[in-house]
Each structure stands twice: as C-alpha cells, then as structure tokens.
C-alpha cells in the first residue's frame, strides 16, 4: 500500500519563499513518479513538478520553471519543492501524488493512483 503525506504550506507575503515536503511510503520501483499539483479556488488541478527515477528525471511547468525547484532525501522518502518568488497567483492547496512506475505525461493528474491531503499556500500581496 502507497501513502502520500505532504506538509509545509503556509502564508506568506509576495516575494518569499516556501519549501513543501511530500513523503511517502510504500513505492517499490526504481521508475517511480512523484508529482505536485495545485487547485486555486474556482480553478482545474494543474501539474507543477514531478520528479522520476529517484531523482533522475524532472519535469516543470511554465509557470513553476526557474522559480520552484525539487530535491529529495532519499533517506527519509521525502520529496521537496521549493517555493520562491511566490506571487498572490501561486495561491491554492497543492497536492502530492505518486504513482509506482515510469509515466510518459508525468505533469497530468491522471497518472497518479496515490494522493495526498494536500497543503494550502496563501500569498498576499
């Protein structure tokens, strides 16, 4: 069984940074995905980042490309994406999801079998 438990949302003001934290537990390939999304209110999910092959492979969105950036510690399970530059539009809840094989589309929520509860991020400005 698969568990995905994101944490490290929060608020912050325009132009700080937040780092989110994404550990799961029970992944056994070595070309497993691990994929962050994020809902605003009144908006469709849409994929942020996603890190494959035990680091080897990583996928940006526009949006998050040369702003947010992911790192892992393989020790602990745990996936993280770095927030910076946050603008009031980065605002929403953001998801981590896993899935426990490769994926050609890793930025689509429909590749992930394996959600966490999600995290809010709130930017003022």
């Known amino acids: 069984q698969v568990h995905v438990v994101e944490s490290g949302g929060g608020s912050v003001q325009a132009g700080g940074s937040l780092r989110l934290s994404c550990t799961t537990s029970g992944l056994t390939s070595y070309s497993n995905y691990v994929g962050w999304f994020r809902q605003a209110s009144g908006s469709e999910r849409e994929g942020v980042a996603a890190?494959?092959?035990?680091?080897?492979?990583?996928h940006y969105s526009d949006s998050a490309m040369g702003r947010f950036t992911l790192s892992q510690d393989n020790a602990k399970n745990t996936v993280y994406l770095q927030l910076n530059s946050l603008t009031p539009e980065d605002s929403a809840m953001y998801y981590c999801?896993?899935?426990?094989?490769?994926?050609?589309?890793?930025?689509?929520?429909?590749?992930?079998?394996?959600w966490g509860q999600g995290t809010q991020v709130t930017v003022s400005s």
């Open positions: 999801a896993a899935r426990d094989d490769f994926s050609w589309t890793p930025l689509r929520e429909d590749q992930y079998p394996y």
């Open positions: 890190f494959g092959s035990e680091g080897k492979l990583t």
